[in-house]
């Protein structure tokens, strides 16, 4: 991420900081005597989520065997409600080793009130840039540092469906060879067939950023150009009406109590056969594993209608907060994370995508093997997810979820619905200007 750069004294110490720091942090890995304690808050607790983060956290421990690891969750799909706790401890002083932290935009509150280390030292001296696709790097970084170490990717635009419905009913399996308008075809034929109380298309937005999340990648299928409008901070409200149509056309096939579930409990109704299709993020992949369903067997995914040639980026990372007790341990934590043999359990646990291009693709069930495949290659193009923290800035995030929140419930007024989205984000900076096509 660049911002106006300034050269400075700044810029001269810094180019001599490496040779210092990696010697520093070279004796901090190596310390597998360490002691003290690694508290790690994240919000992993669904299927698949909880799974991944124990084994990068026992990962952990058998290296540095003496120190006191502390799993902090605090549950809430996307970092719901980890936000506020965790702003609230880092501001009092009181924080964790570490916190997960999407990187991008999430990051800047901290940045901003110089609330954490950077963490170029990590992506030194584990030689991070030469095996990480170029958007993730920048994405990870403000001003020119990084400020997070990124532990695994998840693709955000993808349908998730239960095979056995489709053989139950004689439907053809679907496939990403439609357009997004065949597919709301598709979702009307299949819903004509599927008995009272089945779905064709699922949504479980207790948290709001469920349906945020459809609706960003109905806005990048209608028209990329429109996505880097709105992460820019240039879109108009005219140019959001297609994806409020679309998403509209979306809920005309989910089941009115959407907002009573979860994204879980949504894939939990899509195990049960209540539902057909979800879009949603890969981190549905590793639920549906992680309870016994098998890809290709028990569930299909295709990327979705009209993003074929994109890869919208989850990002999940940690940073560093600057108040925490023992510091070293953060480093040592970050330092492991990334390490070939963690990335190789914890990725196909999480459902997720190592960040590193070196870490073999053959670790992963079919599934996640293209998609990894799709993330590192360079004909697929990157988009930064704004429901997850990477796009757009928070204050923009934050009013998104509510508006489009209130939409899903109420998903009349497309107009009015586009004007508030303008309104709530007109005045907000954006620092950042994406060029993602
Ligand atoms: C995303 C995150 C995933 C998964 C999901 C639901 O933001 O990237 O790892 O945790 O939220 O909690």
């Not at 070279?26 to 005597?33: A, F």
């Not at 064709?200 to 960003?216: K, Q, S």
């Not at 149509?245 to 907002?259: I, M, S, T, W």
């Not at 480093?331 to 997720?352: C, E, H, M």
Request: proline residues 5%.
């Amino acid at each position: 991420m660049k911002r106006g750069m300034a050269v400075s004294i700044a810029l001269a110490i810094a180019l001599l900081a490496p040779v210092v720091l990696s010697q520093d942090i070279k004796s901090i890995v190596e310390n597998v005597n360490a002691t003290g304690q690694l508290e790690v808050v994240h919000w992993w607790t669904a299927g698949g989520e909880k799974e991944g983060i124990n084994e990068a956290l026992n990962y952990f421990s058998r290296i540095y065997p003496k120190v006191r690891v502390i799993s902090g969750p605090i549950a809430g799909g996307a970092g719901t409600n980890l936000k506020q706790v965790v702003k609230t401890r880092v501001v009092a002083g009181n924080a964790p080793e570490s916190f997960q932290c999407h990187a991008g935009y999430e990051m800047y509150p901290y940045y901003e009130g110089d609330l954490l280390y950077n963490c170029d030292d990590v992506w030194s001296y584990m030689g991070l840039e030469s095996v990480t696709p170029d958007m993730i790097e920048e994405i990870c970084k403000i001003d020119g540092h990084y400020y997070c170490v990124p532990i695994g990717i998840h693709r955000t635009n993808v349908v998730f469906y239960n095979k056995g419905l489709f053989e139950a009913y004689g439907v053809e399996e679907p496939s990403s060879n439609m357009t997004l308008e065949e597919f709301f075809d598709f979702a009307a034929e299949l819903q004509e067939k599927l008995p009272e109380g089945v779905r064709a298309l699922g949504l479980g937005d207790r948290n709001n950023w469920e349906a945020t999340h459809i609706f960003e990648t109905l806005m990048l299928a209608e028209n990329p150009r429109t996505y880097e409008k709105f992460i820019n901070g240039k879109v108009t409200a005219k140019e959001l009406v297609p994806a409020l149509e679309a998403f509209q056309e979306y809920l005309g096939y989910v089941a009115p109590d959407h907002r009573a579930r979860t994204w879980d409990e949504e894939c939990g109704m899509i195990m049960q056969g209540k539902v057909a299709m979800l879009i949603h993020g890969d981190w549905a992949k590793g639920y549906f594993t992680a309870n016994g369903w098998e890809y290709g067997k028990d569930f299909g995914a295709f990327v979705v209608p009209g993003t074929e040639g994109w890869f919208g980026a989850s990002t999940d990372a940690f940073v560093r907060p600057k108040s925490s007790v023992n510091h070293e341990n953060a480093i040592r934590w970050q330092a492991t994370y990334v390490t070939l043999d963690a990335q190789k359990v914890f990725n196909p646990a999480k459902g997720s995508i190592s960040p590193y291009t070196h870490v073999p693709t053959t670790i992963y069930d079919e599934y996640s093997r293209e998609a990894a495949e799709d993330l590192y290659s360079r004909d697929i193009k990157i988009y930064p997810s704004i429901t997850h923290g990477s796009g757009s800035p928070e204050q923009v995030l934050s009013q998104l979820n509510v508006i489009i929140g209130d939409f899903a419930q109420n998903p009349q007024n497309v107009q009015g619905t586009a004007n508030s989205i303008i309104n709530a984000i007109k005045y907000v900076e954006h620092p950042v200007q994406w060029d993602i096509i």
